[in-house]
């Protein structure tokens, strides 16, 4: 099989597996409202967490990091090279924000692209993972944490493992597109901060 071949097979692969929809099949396994239609209505992790609690959205956020890395993994080991993984990466992403398994209705992909990134290294993912907390914890705001981790990705990357400082700088380039009505919204301060879901008092 030539490489050209395998690249275009990888990324067909990676949209599939970026098209199942984590957010909408774990609300539906726990008798949740449909993500699409409840709260923000993203299907992502951040919303699973307004409308189902902690739990649910750290399922949520497991699969969706899944479905990037394996593919990109996948790649790696195939010896594709780092510009076709960031294709790979990308096609990851694309299936979450436009899944045509759920009617091309999909989430950000912030989830899918850092799981992509994760495989470069430990180091990486820690690095990715630590100022995604860090900067939601002090801003509240899910998309200003990502918009902001999605900017030092690349620089991590440059820092850990020069080798893969393009297909991250592409993934990055993709999240912040996605991101341009809560930009909007941010520079109007009309954006949702992140809170959970309150359970109900017993009587």
């Not at 030539?2 to 957010?23: D, E, F, K, R, V």
């Not at 100022?131 to 820092?159: C, D, E, F, H, K």
């Not at 991101?179 to 301060?189: A, E, F, S, T, Y």
Request: include cysteine; proline fraction near 5%; glycine fraction near 8%.
């Amino acid at each position: 099989m030539s490489p050209l071949t395998q690249t275009l097979l990888m990324i067909l692969a990676a949209y599939l597996a970026g098209s199942i929809s984590s957010a909408v099949l774990v609300c539906r396994m726990r008798g949740l409202p449909d993500p699409r239609l409840q709260g923000s209505g993203n299907p992502g992790a951040t919303n699973v967490l307004r409308i189902g609690g902690a739990s649910s959205a750290a399922m949520v956020l497991f699969f969706d990091m899944l479905k990037g890395a394996v593919p990109s993994y996948l790649a790696y080991l195939m010896g594709i090279d780092a510009v076709s993984l960031g294709l790979i990466a990308i096609a990851a992403c694309l299936g979450h924000i436009y899944p045509v398994f759920f009617g091309f209705k999909g989430g950000k992909g912030v989830a899918t692209a850092f799981g992509a990134m994760a495989p470069i290294g430990d180091d990486l993912a820690i690095c990715l993972m630590a100022s995604w907390v860090i900067l939601l914890l002090i801003s509240r705001y899910s998309s200003l944490a990502a918009i902001l981790t999605a900017l030092l990705a690349p620089l991590y990357t440059w820092w850990l493992d020069d080798r893969f400082t393009i297909p991250v700088a592409m993934l990055s380039t993709l999240i912040i597109i996605r991101h341009k009505d809560n930009i909007q919204r941010l520079l109007k301060g009309e954006e949702s901060k992140v809170s959970r879901k309150k359970r109900p008092k017993k009587s």
